[in-house]
């Protein structure tokens, strides 16, 4: 079984940071890129930042700048250090993983449960 573990959300004043983190756990041969999504109230989930395993990253043009999105391929986890907060970062945040298990030689899409940003203005 494999699972995506965010931690680190919480509320924060505008203006101030966060950073989350998520590991990776269970039967994981190899994992492409990783993602963190946000879905905020009333808002259709969308894509924050994306990390490709080499390193290579992207960012959604609300979130430049402001979020900086790292992983440790050994240690199977990814964060997302979130500065400058702005109350329309509200959201609950997941963690979004493609990768292959032991048990198979097809990539699959893995989320996390989320984890909640309240950013107080």
């Known amino acids: 079984q494999v699972q995506l573990v965010e931690s680190g959300g919480g509320l924060v004043q505008a203006g101030g940071s966060l950073r989350l983190s998520c590991a990776a756990s269970?039967?994981?041969?190899?994992?492409?890129?990783m993602n963190w999504y946000r879905q905020g109230p009333g808002k259709e989930r969308e894509l924050v930042a994306r990390i490709s395993s080499g390193g290579g990253t992207n960012y959604a043009d609300s979130v430049k700048g402001r979020f900086t999105i790292s992983r440790d391929n050994a240690k199977k986890t990814m964060t997302l250090q979130m500065n400058s907060l702005k109350p329309e970062d509200t959201a609950v945040y997941y963690c979004?993983?493609?990768?292959?298990?032991?048990?198979?030689?097809?990539?699959?899409?893995?989320w996390g449960q989320g984890t909640q940003v309240i950013v107080s203005s």
């Open positions: 979004h993983a493609v990768l292959r298990t032991t048990a198979s030689m097809d990539f699959f899409n893995y």
């Open positions: 269970g039967n994981i041969f190899s994992i492409n890129v």
